[in-house]
């Protein structure tokens, strides 16, 4: 089956520890994007990357880190000057180029809940 | 103002009725409109993508006001499984980038 995969699924990290997330796509999407969802808010983007070995800030990309070396896989670290890091953590692809459809429709991963205390 | 602002409800529909809610958007160079369903502590999921005046699939329309710059939902014979927050997603500044409304949520009760 074609689809995103996030792991873990919860996530539970002492404050002051640096944790990655893992975001991996077998639908062949050259773009993957980071998004955070707190209570009562939209999602907000982190980062987001077009292609392999290339990446963008979104608009709240501060305390955290991507890498983009394989099609498949854009993973997120936290690091510990995310001030408030507890959230629900989203990744999503899409199909990639200058199309409407191709960047705009993104499809999700399951997400990971990571609380930090 | 934000870029996408919806009702955030709920809106309780006995099943079988139609509900309807609306979302603003600020940019008014938006071509692009989507809705994405999401269920309690799930992912988001796109329901329907509008890029003209409207988009009908099912039981699901969206109609499309540019002048008024809103777009809205209307969902006829409710189904207890249409119970989700529904998120109104407008195209941001730049590629791939979207924004993202805090959803409306709807509860089909029987």
């Known amino acids: 089956d074609g689809g995103i995969t996030q792991s873990p699924k919860y996530l539970f990290r002492k404050e002051g520890q640096n944790v990655t997330l893992s975001c991996e796509q077998n639908?062949?999407?050259?773009?993957m994007y980071w998004y955070r969802q707190d209570p009562g808010q939209g999602l907000r983007l982190i980062y987001y990357s077009q292609i392999v070995n290339d990446f963008q800030k979104g608009d709240i990309a501060e305390g955290y880190s991507v890498s983009r070396e394989k099609k498949e896989s854009f993973p997120l670290t936290v690091t510990s000057a995310q001030k408030n890091p507890t959230a629900f953590y989203l990744c999503?692809?899409?199909?990639?180029?200058?199309?409407?459809?191709?960047?705009?429709?993104?499809?999700f991963g399951p997400g990971t809940r990571l609380t930090v205390t | 103002r934000k870029e996408v602002e919806q009702d955030p409800g709920p809106f309780n529909v006995p099943e079988g009725a139609t509900v309807a809610f609306n979302c603003t958007y600020s940019n008014s160079a938006s071509q692009s409109f989507f809705w994405y369903r999401q269920d309690c502590r799930k992912e988001p999921k796109l329901l329907m993508s509008?890029?003209?005046s409207g988009n009908e699939d099912g039981r699901f329309t969206a109609q499309l006001n540019r002048a008024s710059q809103y777009i809205s939902l209307l969902i006829r014979d409710s189904k207890l499984s249409d119970s989700a927050t529904y998120l109104c997603?407008?195209?941001?500044?730049?590629?791939?980038?979207?924004?993202f409304g805090a959803g409306t949520q709807v509860v089909v009760t029987p």
């Open positions: 639908l062949n999407h050259d773009a």
């Open positions: 999503a692809s899409s199909i990639g180029g200058t199309g409407v459809a191709a960047s705009y429709e993104q499809y």
């Open positions: 997603v407008v195209p941001s500044g730049g590629w791939g980038k979207l924004q």
């Open positions: 509008v890029y003209s």
